[in-house]
């Protein structure tokens, strides 16, 4: 991370709510074909949530504890603050010494960053609802990104469009944007359903099938400049009924199990590294 820290413009997508099977078994049915080209593998990583609701999850991840591997450990860790007797932080570990968050210390690495929020705690509203977009320099809410909007994530991508449209071309970005259109409601994604049925797994599914849609505009959209390098994971799953529990912030497989995916978007000129000038600033 040291070396692309500088030389690529940093995404960070968190597909709120996502479950990790669903996420699985469409990917091999193919039912997500444009998350799943960038897939490793063509398949998602088996991670573990470091909480079990957007809120706590995401201050986590933001001080760089990112969805862990599901195996035993120590996993070194992409980013990494500052802390004595850190058993994770390695020799390819970004390390922030002077700020407590990744986005902070990427804004002193010059980045401009963007949050395109959706879910409430990204609202801006209420003072909570300022936390998480408080650390960026630039946060963008509207109620058409927010999970009662069944157009919510080409809202959001179409704002992300503006975002880098609108940044001077050598200024590096980190861009976040908290999808919501995987949490309840749901049920409107999936043809045929209603309101009074309520969400399901197949509407969560459905969801899936909406966000992939329009996904690849995101991503064109950030390698249109520079190299990408790109995070697309959930902050949490939910239940639907398993073992008699439903929703989330709470102790299930189906919350703490998360799918997670990391690679390089290419460049315009194909290439997803870079040299010259570049590299030489990245060095």
């Known amino acids: 991370m040291n070396e692309i820290v500088g ?18 078994e469409l990917a091999a049915a193919g039912r997500i074909p ?42 070194p860790r992409l980013f990494a603050a500052r802390f004595a007797g850190s058993e994770t932080t390695a020799d390819g570990t970004y390390v922030f010494h002077d700020t407590p968050d990744l986005v902070s210390a990427l804004a002193h690495e010059g980045y401009r960053t963007v949050c395109v929020g959706g879910v409430g705690f990204f609202n801006g509203q209420p003072p909570l609802g300022t936390v998480l977009p408080g650390l960026f320099q630039e946060s963008h809410w509207e109620p058409s990104f927010g999970v009662a909007s069944p157009t919510s994530f080409e809202s959001q991508v179409a704002r992300a469009e503006e975002v880098v449209a609108a940044l001077p071309r050598d200024r590096r970005l980190f861009l976040f944007v908290n999808v919501s259109a995987l949490h309840q409601p749901n049920w409107f994604h999936q043809d045929g359903a209603t309101a009074e049925a309520g969400d399901t797994r197949a509407s969560h599914a459905a969801a899936l099938e909406y966000v992939d849609r329009h996904i690849g505009r995101l991503f064109a959209a950030m390698s249109s400049r520079r190299p990408c390098f790109t995070i697309v994971c959930s902050d949490h799953g939910t239940a639907y009924g398993d073992d008699g529990f439903t929703g989330h912030r709470l102790g299930h497989e189906s919350v703490w199990t998360v799918p997670y995916a990391q690679f390089t978007l290419p460049g315009p000129d194909g290439r997803a590294t870079l040299s010259g000038p570049d590299a030489e600033a990245a060095a």
């Open 7 to 24: 030389s690529h413009d940093l995404l960070l997508v968190t597909l709120d709510t996502l479950r990790h099977d669903v996420a699985v």
């Open 34 to 75: 444009n998350l799943a080209r960038w897939l490793p593998g063509g398949t998602w990583e088996r991670r573990h949530a470091p909480g079990s609701f957007t809120y706590a999850s995401h201050q986590a991840m933001f001080a760089g504890f990112l969805p862990t591997p599901a195996t035993q450990g120590p996993h």
